[in-house]
Nanobody, 127 residues
C-alpha cells in the first residue's frame, strides 16, 4: 500500500507562486512514477506533471509547461510542485498520484494509469 499526503495549497494572486508538497510512503518498489493532477469544479481531472523517481526526470502538460516544475527530496520522501505565474484557469483541487509503470511505456498523465491517490489540496487564484 502507498500513502500520499498533499499540502501547500492556498490562495494567491494571479501571477504569484505556490509550492505544493506530496509526502509519500509505502512499499518502496510499489510505485515509480508520481504525478500531479488537478480538477476544477465542473471539469474533468487533468494531469499536469509527472516525475520518475529513479532519475528525477519530469514531464509536463502543455498547459503548465514553463510555469510549473517538479522536484523530489528522496531523504524526505517528498515531491514538490512549484507553480509560478499562476493564472485564473489554474485554480483547482490538486491531487498527488502514484503508480508502478514499465519504463518502456514512458510517462503518463492519464488518470486510469494511477493506482494510488491523495486527498488533494485546494489552490485558489484571485485576479
Amino acid at each position: 500500500q502507498v500513502q500520499l499526503v498533499e499540502s501547500g495549497g492556498g490562495s494567491v494572486q494571479a501571477g504569484g507562486s505556490l509550492r505544493l508538497s506530496c509526502a509519500h510512503a509505502g512499499y518502496t518498489y510499489g510505485y515509480n512514477y508520481i504525478s500531479w493532477f488537478r480538477q476544477a469544479p465542473g471539469k474533468q481531472r487533468e494531469g499536469v506533471a509527472a516525475i520518475f523517481r529513479g532519475t528525477g526526470s519530469t514531464y509536463y502538460a502543455d498547459s503548465v509547461k514553463g510555469r510549473f516544475s517538479l522536484s523530489q527530496d528522496n531523504a524526505k520522501n517528498t515531491v514538490y510542485l512549484q507553480m509560478n505565474s499562476l493564472k485564473p484557469d489554474d485554480p483547482a483541487m490538486y491531487y498527488c498520484a502514484a503508480t508502478m509503470r514499465r519504463l518502456a511505456l514512458g510517462f503518463t498523465l492519464e488518470q486510469p494509469d494511477y493506482k494510488y491517490w491523495g486527498q488533494g489540496t485546494q489552490v485558489t487564484v484571485s485576479s
